[in-house]
């Protein structure tokens, strides 16, 4: 069982608010991520970290930032938040290369945002 | 680059049928290769992976098994539940220390009538 919170599980904002999107892990992995996903549909990676103070845009263009001080903390903000925002939001993590799971990824419950 | 092709759904079968969902890939070199499952309103779960070639992954009465020379790894189970209906992805991980090391298939939606 993987230990990756994110928080807020859901919530409603209006156009122009600032937002951030939190995601912590406990088990110590360097490299974390943000995915993109529409209900039941793919995912798209738009922010990912090797570590602290490593942050890298992933393949999808975004408009939000992201920041990682501490390695068990991999925080999302959006700026000004728009309509065209509204999705579901994934956080996921995995430890270092060369460890027995290495290539794993494990995932958060997701943070589903809605702009109204 | 990566890429990982899946079976296109929806997928719709009645309790205790045989599901298979096709996943093919391409990669360089040797990568590893997952199954995740995402229920309503959830985030993603890791249902089973393989490592290497030959290698089957199991989990829940789901397998899946690393072919190399058919660059597959095509998920099985011999008699699905209503519980089973989600979005199943398969994704392929690199073997090399990039973060950007996982690519997903697009997803195929199985829903399991009773």
């Known amino acids: 069982e993987a230990d990756i919170y994110q928080t807020p599980r859901y919530l409603v904002i209006g156009t122009g608010k600032k937002i951030t999107l939190e995601c912590s892990q406990t088990?110590?992995?360097?490299?974390m991520y943000w995915y993109q996903q529409d209900p039941g549909m793919e995912l798209h990676l738009i922010h990912y970290?090797?570590?602290?103070?490593?942050?890298e845009k992933g393949d999808l263009s975004s408009e939000s930032t992201v920041s990682r001080i501490r390695t068990e903390h991999f925080p999302l903000t959006l700026e000004s938040a728009r309509p065209s925002h509204t999705s579901q939001y994934l956080c996921?993590?995995?430890?270092?290369?060369?460890?027995?799971?290495?290539?794993?990824?494990?995932f958060g419950e997701g943070s589903w945002l809605t702009v109204v | 680059g990566d890429s990982v092709t899946q079976m296109e759904g929806p997928v719709t079968l009645s309790e205790e049928a045989f599901l298979t969902i096709n996943c093919t890939y391409t990669?360089?070199?040797?990568?590893?290769l997952f199954w995740y499952v995402q229920y309503p309103g959830e985030g993603l779960q890791l249902l089973l992976k393989a490592t290497k070639a030959d290698d089957k992954g199991s989990n829940k009465g789901f397998e899946a098994t690393y072919r190399k020379e058919t660059t597959s790894f095509h998920l099985e189970k011999g008699s699905v539940q209503v519980s089973d209906s989600a979005v199943y992805f398969c994704?392929?991980?690199?073997?090399?220390?990039?973060?950007?090391?996982?690519?997903f298939g697009s997803g195929t939606q199985l829903t399991v009538l009773p």
């Open positions: 994704a392929l991980s690199a073997i090399s220390g990039s973060a950007r090391q996982l690519t």
């Open positions: 088990m110590g992995h360097d490299k």
């Open positions: 990669a360089t070199g040797y990568p590893s």
């Open positions: 996921a993590s995995s430890p270092s290369s060369g460890t027995s799971s290495g290539n794993t990824i494990y």
């Open positions: 970290s090797y570590g602290v103070n490593s942050t």
